[in-house]
């Protein structure tokens, strides 16, 4: 009988001579060497993806701040052009410590609307948001 270490071309060395008990599959050997490595993705990968959560919660607030502020700014105009109180109407929609100007250029009455917001909270930065809505003036009111 020949030597083990003196394989012919065509034969394979055993599990043994490769380094493994001879009993484990090389699925297992693999999944033994890769234990942990989803747990370890997993940490690098979760703090991007509760910012990139937080980033789209926050702009997602901030548009539903701006639709407000626009239906604001459209009620506040609309309001101005009959010769109503703009203020009032245009408070309903808004969050405190908004500011509405109303002015009447010419034949149009125009309101901007302008709200200081943190959408998240303290956390996240502050931003100023503007609207402007423009609406003809009613005929035949006193001015």
Do not use: C
């Amino acid at each position: 009988m020949r030597p083990r270490t003196a394989l012919r071309k065509h034969e394979r060395p055993s599990q043994q001579e490769r380094g493994r008990p001879p009993n484990q599959s090389r699925r297992a050997r693999d999944a033994l060497g890769q234990r942990g490595f989803v747990t370890a993705e997993m940490a690098a990968a979760l703090p991007a993806v509760v910012a990139v959560l937080a980033l789209g919660l926050w702009a997602v607030s901030a548009v539903g701040l701006k639709v407000r502020a626009i239906d604001a700014a459209n009620s506040a105009a609309i309001a101005a052009a009959r010769g109503e109180d703009a203020q009032a109407v245009a408070m309903v929609y808004l969050p405190d410590g908004a500011s509405v100007a109303v002015s009447e250029d010419g034949e149009v009455a125009r309101a901007v609307v302008t709200a200081a917001a943190r959408p998240l909270g303290p956390l996240t930065p502050s931003m100023t948001i503007t609207a402007t809505a423009v609406a003809p003036l009613e005929p035949g009111l006193d001015r």
